[in-house]
């Protein structure tokens, strides 16, 4: 089992930035590949970007390309989300998730954190 809490949110002005925090607890951290996701109201819930097992390898939705920035501390047992230049339509609940391996799929991510709401005002 892998325990996952998110932290970081909150309400940001359009163009400012946030870091979300995704801290694991349970089975060995550096074995997951991490990945965030985001679900706004009314909307599926939507792959923003993933990190490998090692933190030498990202992959990011369009949609955050250029403006998000995944990291990981595995000493730390921790996942990190940067988001710049924020947007309005960026507002969600964004949730961390650990998966054996790489993927963009949800359905291939095993543990899921109780996710933290973004709110980016125009």
């Known amino acids: 089992q892998v325990q996952l809490v998110e932290s970081g949110g909150g309400l940001v002005q359009a163009g400012g930035s946030l870091r979300l925090s995704c801290a694991a607890s349970?089975?060995?951290?550096?074995?997951?590949?991490m990945g965030w996701f985001r679900q706004a109201p009314g909307k599926e819930r939507e792959f923003v970007g993933s990190?490998?097992?090692?933190?030498?390898?990202?992959y990011y939705a369009d949609s955050a390309k250029g403006r998000f920035f995944m990291f990981r501390d595995n000493a730390k047992n921790t996942a990190y989300l940067q988001m710049n230049s924020l947007k309005p339509e960026d507002t969600a609940v964004y949730y961390c998730?650990?998966?054996?391996?790489?993927?963009?799929?949800?359905?291939?991510?095993?543990?899921w954190g109780q996710g933290t709401q973004v709110t980016v005002s125009s």
């Open positions: 998730a650990a998966s054996p391996g790489p993927s963009m799929v949800s359905s291939n991510y095993d543990y």
């Open positions: 990190i490998s097992r090692s933190g030498s390898s990202t």
């Open positions: 349970g089975r060995i951290f550096g074995a997951y590949t």
